[in-house]
T-cell receptor, first 116, second 109 residues
Framework: GAVVSQHPSWVICKSGTSVKIECRSLDFQATTMFWYRQFPKQSLMLMATSNEGSKATYEQGVEKDKFLINHASLTLSTLTVTSAHPEDSSFYIC????????????FGNGTRLTVT | RKEVEQDPGPFNVPEGATVAFNCTYSNSASQSFFWYRQDCRKEPKLLMSVYSSGNEDGRFTAQLNRASQYISLLIRDSKLSDSATYLCVVNPWGNQFYFGTGTSLTVIP
């Protein structure tokens, strides 16, 4: 089945530093990937839609200069949390679908970010 | 109106019980529907796609009611290991995916 790999699984960083999270589709090409954030006991929140070769589409309220998304190839999207602060501590998850329509989303294993 | 509405629960049921979750969706032209399971501090994992004719996988049955615009998930003979959050996902078209809020299930010994 389709596999999406996310790295790192877990990261602790100091306030003010930047953290890059990678999302790879291992056995299929993904023109579109999605980035989510989930706080404890809350629902998944879509942050942005990452489009290969073009700019990401951000959801309302998500700062594009803070959460930089790059989708340079059909199998890799990256999310960089810039100048991270403790309130950015969360569970970040990516997903991708094999093709448009009728295919389910496959999720990466998530990245737990803690900013101290 | 939200694209997808789902009762967040929580549902607390005894082992062996049958439990059902529903999700309603607003876009009548929606084509694809899925149920995911999410364990605490983990990513969602695909449980079942939902087909028009309904489909079954062991103790799990998924159904689609287009007339009333809802999908359902039935779990029979609940096990302790079924405790998780169950998410419905609707794909109305292309790369648009809408999520329910998730329903929390706890199966009690």
């Amino acid at each position: 089945g389709a596999v999406v790999s996310q790295h790192p699984s877990w990261v602790i960083c100091k306030s003010g530093t930047s953290v890059k999270i990678e999302c790879r589709s291992l056995d299929f090409q993904a023109t579109t990937m999605f980035w989510y954030r989930q706080f404890p006991k809350q629902s998944l929140m879509l942050m942005a839609t990452s489009n290969e070769g073009s700019k990401a589409t951000y959801e309302q309220g998500v700062e594009k200069d803070k959460f930089l998304i790059n989708h340079a190839s059909l199998t890799l999207s990256t999310l960089t949390v810039t100048s991270a602060h403790p309130e950015d501590s969360s569970f970040y998850i990516c997903s991708a679908s094999q093709s448009a329509g009728n295919s389910p989303l496959h999720f990466g294993n998530g990245t737990r970010l803690t900013v101290t | 109106r939200k694209e997808v509405e789902q009762d967040p629960g929580p549902f607390n049921v005894p082992e062996g019980a049958t439990v059902a979750f529903n999700c309603t969706y607003s876009n009548s032209a929606s084509q694809s529907f899925f149920w995911y399971r999410q364990d605490c501090r983990k990513e969602p994992k695909l449980l079942m796609s939902v087909y028009s004719s309904g489909n079954e996988d062991g103790r799990f049955t998924a159904q689609l009611n287009r007339a009333s615009q809802y999908i359902s998930l039935l779990i029979r003979d609940s096990k302790l290991s079924d405790s998780a959050t169950y998410l419905c996902v609707v794909n109305p078209w292309g790369n648009q995916f809408y999520f329910g809020t998730g329903t929390s299930l706890t199966v009690i010994p």
